[in-house]
């Protein structure tokens, strides 16, 4: 089983930028999605970005112009680029890596299931005003 783990989260300000890593234990070519999702404190756990094994790419409408999402198969790493940080995008962050999907609302589409697919611990992000 490859396990991920996610790394970068921080304290900052409104404006400031963050790069959130997340290893794998292993080869992460299988996984057709990859993703970071958020949950926010008493909020559900939401895909804000994913990676297709295409290249293809998407985000939640809210962090469009903000984040980019990349992936580095060679050192089996998933980036998440967050600049112009807001206090709404105070979370913890989830990394997630999936052969198999499901639909979510706000623009993402696909990314990995809720309840299927490999998970890593998460890191916290806090953006103060």
């Known amino acids: 089983q490859v396990k991920l783990a996610e790394s970068g989260g921080g304290s900052v300000q409104s404006g400031e930028s963050l790069r959130l890593s997340c290893v794998a234990s292993s080869y992460i070519h299988k996984y057709n999605i990859m993703a970071w999702f958020r949950q926010g404190a008493g909020e559900q756990r939401v895909p804000v970005a994913a990676i297709y094994q295409d290249g293809s790419r998407k985000y939640v409408d809210s962090v469009k112009g903000r984040f980019t999402i990349s992936r580095d198969n060679a050192t089996r790493t998933l980036y998440l680029q967050m600049n112009n940080l807001k206090p709404e995008d105070t979370a913890i962050y989830f990394c997630?890596?999936?052969?198999?999907?499901?639909?979510?609302?706000?623009?993402?589409?696909?990314?990995?299931?809720?309840?299927?697919?490999?998970w890593g611990q998460g890191t916290q992000v806090s953006v103060a005003s």
């Open positions: 997630a890596a999936d052969e198999g999907s499901q639909w979510y609302r706000g623009g993402i589409d696909w990314a990995p299931r809720l309840n299927g697919g490999v």
